[in-house]
């Protein structure tokens, strides 16, 4: 009997049981060679089985697409995957049960198992997408040089010459520093700087 509680351990059993059957979501147990030992009723309608004809049998006669038979054998836990059964897409977890470090079996779950639920996650899924493009993008814009040495429009030979020098320093990999008087165009020699360098596809700060 579990420390600190009243039920013995086939009592917490049943009661476990109980609960699961009474959850609207899909769960089947498997044993350590991936025959079913446990169905939820959820999961007997939605294959529409009954638990005594599907009991003892392997699991892969019994669901189709399933890989509980290979989490069994690897050990490894697959979640959030999908599979198809009976041309109704599902989301499924696969988790592996051990005892110490022995494999006994694997629970699987089905979480979306219709093709509404299906369709409102993927609507959900592109959406957040979208929204996720598009902070990229702004993030993008705001860090990405504005301007180019083109832009740098002068008659004087003095910045046609500062222009060129700048040119040379963007291909090389060294910090430069930019001193002036406020106005004098600091900013666009920047921009122009970091567009020409081997750095332009990264952030300008």
Not at 57 to 70: D, F, K, Q, S
Request: charged residues 30%; glycine residues 4%; aromatic residues 10%.
């Amino acid at each position: 009997m579990p420390h600190g509680t009243n039920f013995t351990s086939d009592e917490l059993m049943n009661f476990l049981i109980k609960v699961l059957d009474s959850d609207p979501e899909c769960f089947v147990l498997v044993d350590q060679e991936a025959k079913i030992i446990w169905l939820n009723k959820a999961y007997q309608n939605y294959l529409d089985v009954k638990l005594y004809k599907v009991q003892g049998r392997p699991v892969v006669e019994v669901i189709p697409n399933t890989r509980l038979h290979v989490v069994v054998k690897t050990g490894i836990a697959e979640i959030g995957e999908f599979q198809e059964i009976y041309g109704r897409n599902a989301i499924v977890n696969r988790i592996p049960l051990f005892r110490g470090e022995e494999i006994i079996g694997a629970i699987g779950k089905v979480i979306y198992k219709t093709d509404k639920e299906f369709k409102e996650l993927v609507a959900k899924i592109s959406s957040l997408e979208k929204e996720v493009s598009f902070y990229k993008r702004e993030i993008t814009e705001k860090h990405t040089a504005k301007w180019r040495f083109d832009d740098i429009l002068t008659c004087s030979p003095r910045l046609r010459h500062l222009k060129e020098f700048a040119y040379k320093i963007a291909a090389v990999d060294v910090n430069v520093m930019i001193l002036s008087e406020s106005g004098c165009g600091k900013e666009l020699f920047a921009h122009s700087i970091h567009a020409t360098s081997k750095r332009s596809s990264k952030p300008f700060v």
